[in-house]
């Protein structure tokens, strides 16, 4: 069994939080999500998922890819599951949505999976040995990445027509307009529908309410601008990213990572 946790700053593009293999996998019970894009791959044995309301099983080979905050739960249905995992960030982790194509799940076949498999036993073997290359380490977390981008099975859930006359939109104008200070509110109002209904959607398909996914999303950019331009004010980033209160936006910041902007930006 070969299991390794981040245990230093994040400052790297792209980097693992965790990444093992051989793990003999327990019961997991996430309703809120994982808030990290998470995939999880059997070995050998075989597991059920249930996620937004469907179960799959994943046999061996067979993986899932799952978005930050989408709400599932997996268990073994044989005497032993044995799996390999990696959870994704990054200093520009919120890139990542885009660069899968906002795919909330994407499943992986035998043929993929053996592949991703291997190419994770052989990134863990490399925690083995200090000091950490970090700058090849997040080489590798983009090229794990990229894999799920090309040649995939993915999950049709974003073809909902729900999905995309609601949801879709509304996360295109975040990407695009989320400086300018929009709300929940004008989001709904460009879709044609109330906030508490876009809200419900979002909880569907991202496992997380509209107010949640924006404010990420925004903190995440807030994050890029922090370690891109150290000499940056806070307060100048707190309005590049939507925040008119920089108050508010400090609390929200520490809130969701733990840390104050300048806090984190000290400890990257």
Same mark, same amino acid.
């Given at each position: ?52 309301? =469907?179960?799959?099983?994943? $046999?061996?080979?067979? +993986? #899932? ?5 989408? *709400?599932?739960? %997996?268990? /073994? ?94 996360? =295109?104008?975040?990407?695009? $307009?989320?400086?300018? +200070? #929009? ?5 709904? *109002?460009?879709? %044609?529908? /109330? ?74």
């Amino acid at each position: 069994m070969s299991i390794h946790f981040r245990n230093t700053p994040v400052s790297e593009p792209f980097i693992f939080d965790s990444i093992g293999s051989n793990y003999n996998q327990m019961k997991m019970v996430r309703p809120k999500g994982y808030p990290l894009y998470h995939y999880i791959q059997t070995e050998s044995g075989t597991g059920e998922f249930e996620i937004q309301g =469907k179960r799959y099983l994943l $046999n061996p080979g067979e +993986g #899932i890819l799952m978005a930050p905050y989408t *709400r599932h739960s %997996y268990w /073994s249905i044989t005497p032993e599951w044995n799996t390999c995992f990696a959870t994704f960030t990054g200093t520009i982790e919120s890139s990542i949505p885009k660069l899968l194509g906002n795919r909330q799940l994407i499943f992986i076949e035998k043929e993929q999976g053996i592949r991703i498999g291997a190419m994770i036993s052989d990134i863990a073997k490399k925690y083995e040995t200090m000091p950490l290359d970090t700058k090849t380490l997040s080489i590798d977390c983009y090229r794990l990445l990229m894999h799920f981008v090309d040649g995939v099975y993915t999950s049709e859930l974003t073809e909902d027509p729900l999905y995309q006359r609601y949801v879709a939109p509304v996360i =295109k104008e975040i990407e695009t $307009n989320f400086a300018a +200070g #929009i709300t929940v509110q004008e989001l709904s *109002r460009r879709v %044609y529908i /109330s906030p508490q209904y876009l809200s419900r959607l979002f909880g569907r398909f991202l496992g997380c309410s509209s107010y949640e996914y924006l404010t990420s999303y925004r903190i995440n950019k807030a994050k890029e601008f922090l370690l891109t331009y150290p000499r940056m004010e806070v307060q100048e980033i707190a309005h590049r990213v939507g925040f008119p209160d920089s108050s508010h936006f400090i609390a929200m910041f520490k809130k969701i990572t733990g840390m104050t902007p300048l806090e984190f930006r000290r400890m990257n």
